[in-house]
T-cell receptor, first 115, second 115 residues
Framework: AQSVTQLGSHVSVSEGALVLLRCNYS??????LFWYVQYPNQGLQLLLK??????LVKGINGFEAEFKKSETSFHLTKPSAHMSDAAEYFC?????????????FGSGTRLLVRP | DAGVIQSPRHEVTEMGQEVTLRCKPI?????LFWYRQTMMRGLELLIY????????DSGMPEDRFSAKMPNASFSTLKIQPSEPRDSAVYFC?????????????FGQGTRLTVV
């Protein structure tokens, strides 16, 4: 079955430091992978998506993620954290169901940014 | 487009009462998803529709939960009777399969409190 695992429910970094949020996927077929961000009291917003076009995917707000098939990973990074990046981040995989598909989310990682 | 619209944004109800959550997807999207978010269980997919037809309702917790999509522009999630453990944020999302995988667009959510 296809799924995603996010390592670390909380990650704390200093402002200006590297952000690394981990996501590993399980899939028997090439997956479609997504990173979403959720700010307090808001819905989820797409950061970036991998659809097999390129292994390094750039998203909004300076975030990027690299698809590594050998490691079954899709980690999210940002070179320099900003206070406004504090939010919860979700990795998701698209699961094919016959002729349709559905999105399955990981458990989320809350990013804290220290001044 | 105004995005996915959910109503109400907040709902407080007494145990045993019927609750109806509403969702208007983005025009032209043929997939609609209902998710529930809690601290304990994270984001759970409850049910999703493709072209107004329920495809997978395996995430619906109990028979007290039901969802309908009478047309392409409207869906409801009903809980009858409601219980305190149903308290959560319920998100509706829509997407378009089209010629490839696209992301799901989320509404702002409905925060349900059952007392």
């Amino acid at each position: 079955a296809q799924s995603v695992t996010q390592l670390g429910s909380h990650v704390s970094v200093s402002e200006g430091a590297l952000v690394l949020l981990r996501c590993n996927y399980s899939s028997s077929v090439p997956p479609y992978l997504f990173w979403y961000v959720q700010y307090p009291n808001q819905g989820l917003q797409l950061l970036l998506k991998y659809t097999s076009a390129a292994t390094l995917v750039k998203g909004i707000n300076g975030f990027e993620a690299e698809f590594k098939k050998s490691e079954t990973s899709f980690h999210l990074t940002k070179p320099s954290a900003h206070m406004s990046d504090a939010a919860e981040y979700f990795c998701a995989v698209s699961v094919r169901m016959d002729s349709s598909y559905k999105l399955i989310f990981g458990s989320g990682t809350r990013l804290l940014v220290r001044p | 487009d105004a995005g996915v619209i959910q109503s109400p944004r907040h709902e407080v109800t007494e145990m045993g009462q019927e609750v109806t959550l509403r969702c208007k997807p983005i025009s032209g999207h043929d997939y609609l998803f209902w998710y529930r978010q809690t601290m304990m269980r994270g984001l759970e997919l409850l049910i999703y529709f493709n072209n107004n037809v329920p495809i997978d309702d395996s995430g619906m917790p109990e028979d007290r939960f039901s969802a309908k999509m009478p047309n392409a522009s409207f869906s409801t999630l009903k809980i009858q009777p409601s219980e305190p453990r149903d308290s959560a944020v319920y998100f509706c999302a829509s997407s378009s399969r089209g010629l490839g995988i696209t992301e799901a667009f989320f509404g702002q959510g409905t925060r349900l409190t059952v007392v």
